[in-house]
């Protein structure tokens, strides 16, 4: 069918108060020429203190050129597909994939209520490869260690034993400082998460390349909290 920037935003609200208690806020809608992606929730991402991202200024596509292709209900149920990203973005939640659990409940439970045919993947097409690498990036938590003889150290430690070798670390005579981190760099996923203490010896220039948009954490009244630094001033 052929579709118009107006029939989207139609759709847009009229299943934002069917399925979505008329939440959403409506983003700027545009149609697309692509041909391969039925539909798009595109965003700005940066990162929030505490590490996660954080999903603002969204614009949401459907692909004029495909659409021809496609019936309305077609056409509605990708609209349905999109408006679930859109939701789950402008919550600033975060999902176990593009397609992944948070999605997949919505699709089920709107499926469900509203007899919905909509799908994760649309038959012989990509769809919104812009949004895939959201969340396929492990965060860390990972110990910086300087000997006592002036060597460097790094361990992804396991999110359930961060407590216990904060102390133990700190008690260690040939540990003379550790800092602690939380980075995104995939450099640190391919290290074992460490529930005992081993670590990986790296130089000073590397331990800087690789944590450069990590944020440092801090121990603050009990609690472990994020805080930007400047990687460089701790490492030298
Ligand atoms: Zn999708």
């Not at 029939?7 to 069917?18: A, C, D, T």
């Not at 539909?39 to 999903?55: A, T």
């Not at 990509?126 to 492990?138: F, G, P, V, Y």
């Not at 133990?168 to 995939?186: G, K």
Request: aromatic share 10%; net charge positive; hydrophobic share 40%.
């Amino acid at each position: 069918m052929d579709i118009s920037a107006a029939y989207i935003e139609e759709r847009f609200q009229h299943f934002n108060s069917l399925c979505f208690e008329g939440k959403l806020v409506l983003p700027p809608i545009r149609l697309s020429r692509s041909r391969r992606a039925l539909g798009q929730v595109r965003c700005m991402r940066s990162r929030r203190l505490d590490g996660m991202w954080k999903f603002c200024n969204f614009d949401f596509a459907i692909s004029e050129l495909l659409a021809k292709s496609m019936d309305e209900q077609q056409v509605d149920d990708t609209i349905l597909h999109e408006m679930i990203h859109y939701y789950i973005l402008s919550n600033q939640m975060h999902d176990t994939s593009a397609h992944g659990v948070l999605f997949k409940r919505e699709m089920n439970r709107i499926n469900r209520a509203f007899y919905r045919h909509i799908t994760i993947t649309h038959p012989a097409m990509d769809e919104e490869q812009s949004n895939e690498d959201i969340n396929d990036k492990r965060k860390n938590v990972v110990a910086v260690l300087r000997l006592r003889d002036g060597r460097w150290g790094a361990m992804a430690v396991a999110r359930t034993r961060v407590w216990e070798f904060w102390d133990l670390l700190e008690s260690i005579p040939d540990v003379m400082q550790t800092h602690w981190f939380i980075s995104c760099h995939p450099f640190f996923s391919h290290f074992p998460r460490r529930t005992t203490l081993k670590y990986h010896p790296m130089d000073s220039t590397d331990l800087i390349d690789k944590l450069g948009d990590a944020c440092l954490l801090m121990r603050k009244d009990g609690r472990i909290v994020v805080s930007k630094c400047d990687i460089k001033t701790l490492i030298r």
